[in-house]
């Protein structure tokens, strides 16, 4: 009895276990729609585990695909897979309109292809004016004037006004910076005293002549005396033309190495004979004289080495 029993409920679990294994697939869509808006559809197919989905392409006339989405979920059990597939259509015709059969392709690991149709529904797209029961154009409406600001011109003149404020700005800071105060530019260095010195004798050598011969003699001779006087006073730091001889000497004394005092005593002295004294002065001595004078500036003259201080 027990063994018959076993039997009977196993005959009645079986045909239910086979059902449960089989794909199924499902449709929805509402009811109605409004002529030109989008169409939410839904399609949902259930499948084992190792089974792919796919919706086949075709005609859905009079809808039109807008947009196509699938999401898969695995049930918690894991012996069945379902594909969502989320539809958006649109239809542009008024009345009644049947949605399917639409055929759903299964593909098994093995390579093996199916096919399922959906079922159909029925869409009841209405239209905007459906509640309108004699839906007419409206009459033809008077042109209205309308007025728009037109700021070209503005625009224009504010773009000339700008161009000849800058002009005017670049004139006025070019005139103001002709006539800005401008420093002077500094004065070349005066050249060393013995460069000076140095000319002023060749000059006074090369009049010596035409000196002594229309008899300015004491003038020549003083304007040598000057330019010696004037040499040592800058040359170490004293008032060369406003010193006396006595106090020339003494000056150069003062002065470390240099030995020069026997030198410059005798050739100022020799000077101030001729000037005070109005001694008599040979041609040949004064040709001497200027010699003299050139030759005590060469050897008083520092060397490039020379750290000796030179007063300007």
């Not at 009645?12 to 409004?34: F, G, I, K, N, Y």
């Not at 011109?153 to 404020?165: E, F, G, I, K, N």
């Not at 020549?220 to 040359?235: E, F, H, K, Q, T």
Request: aromatic fraction near 6%.
């Amino acid at each position: 009895m027990r063994r018959a029993t076993l039997i009977l409920a196993l005959v009645c679990v079986t045909p239910a276990l086979a059902s449960a294994d089989e794909p199924s697939v499902t449709l929805e869509a509402p009811l109605e729609a409004t002529l030109g808006d989008p169409i939410p559809v839904l399609l949902t197919v259930t499948t084992d585990p190792n089974t792919d989905a796919a919706v086949a392409d075709a005609a859905l006339e009079p809808f039109e695909v807008l947009g196509k989405d699938v999401t898969v979920t695995l049930s918690p059990d894991k012996t069945t897979r379902t594909f969502n597939f989320e539809l958006t259509l649109q239809c542009f015709e008024v009345g009644q309109h049947t949605l399917g059969p639409m055929r759903v392709r299964l593909a098994s690991q093995n390579g093996d292809l199916a096919y399922l149709d959906t079922g159909t529904k029925t869409i009841d797209v209405l239209s905007v004016l459906a509640n309108e029961p004699n839906a007419e154009l409206k009459p033809p409406t008077q042109p209205v004037s309308v007025e728009q600001d037109d700021y070209t011109l503005l625009v224009v003149l504010s773009a000339l006004l700008a161009v000849l404020l800058g002009a005017v700005g670049a004139w006025l800071f070019m005139r103001w910076w002709n006539r800005r105060d401008r420093p002077e530019p500094a004065a070349p260095p005066p050249p060393p005293p013995w460069e000076s010195a140095l000319a002023e004798l060749r000059a006074l050598e090369t009049r010596r002549s035409e000196e002594i011969s229309e008899g300015r003699t004491e003038q020549w001779v003083d304007a040598v005396s000057d330019s010696i006087r004037n040499y040592l006073g800058r040359r170490f730091g004293f008032h060369g033309l406003e010193s006396t001889t006595d106090e020339i000497i003494q000056a150069l004394g003062e002065v470390a190495g240099h030995d020069m005092e026997p030198e410059v005593l005798g050739f100022l002295s020799q000077c101030d004979l001729v000037k005070f004294a109005r001694a008599s002065l040979a041609d040949e001595a004064s040709h001497d004289l200027i010699s003299e004078a050139i030759a005590l500036v060469d050897r008083t003259r520092p060397t490039p080495t020379s750290t000796q201080g030179v007063a300007s």
